[in-house]
């Protein structure tokens, strides 16, 4: 059985564990939380989460292990196979990580965590939110879902991406970055209506007080 290692409240654990429930796939959740600890780094070798075990051993980063559920296991396809489609699920993805993701990331201190930020650092994320959101209205079909009439791995990554960088883009410099995109909100609404994104969110809410506990004490 495959086991999935890391933590509820963690939004590219929750990418794995959707594409594994919508694939209808027996697996086991491990509460990992990672670090620098010579036992962390054994199964994450940057200590990070999420990390999947799989028979032959440990796999890490997000993008290879939805590759290697898509590859190797039975169930909904995330992935077209026509290479050509496949290819435009994946840049859909890949963008969304690098140029909404990532740059929203570079703000939950201040956003989420009462943290103060020097304001180069906010500068450079606004700049770059309105510009990976300008490339997601874009490339993104919506047409419902990301990337066009089936659910895929695109979407999860928006999912678990875009709303808590339109958090960032409203709680530090009052944007709605979807304003101008009304069916990316539609899809929004129609993926929190999915029973299994449900159930992450229940499970990401039961955890939520722990981990918030968790980083008050690290500081």
Known sequence: MLELYGFSVSNYYNMVKL????KGLAFKEVPFYGGQTPEALAISPRGKVPVLRTEQGFIN??????DYIEASQTGT????????QRAQVLALAKEIELYIELPGRACYAEAFFGMTLPEAIKEKTQAELLLGFASLARHGKFAPYVAGESLSIADLYFLYSVPLACAVGQKLFGIDLLAEMPAAKALLERLEQNSNVQRIAAD?????????????AKR
């Open 19 to 22: 594409a594994l429930l919508e």
């Open 204 to 216: 990401k809410d039961a955890a939520m007080p722990a981990f918030m506990a968790m980083v008050a």
């Open 77 to 84: 396809r995330l992935l077209p196979v026509d290479p050509y």
């Open 61 to 66: 980063e997000t993008g290879v292990m939805l």
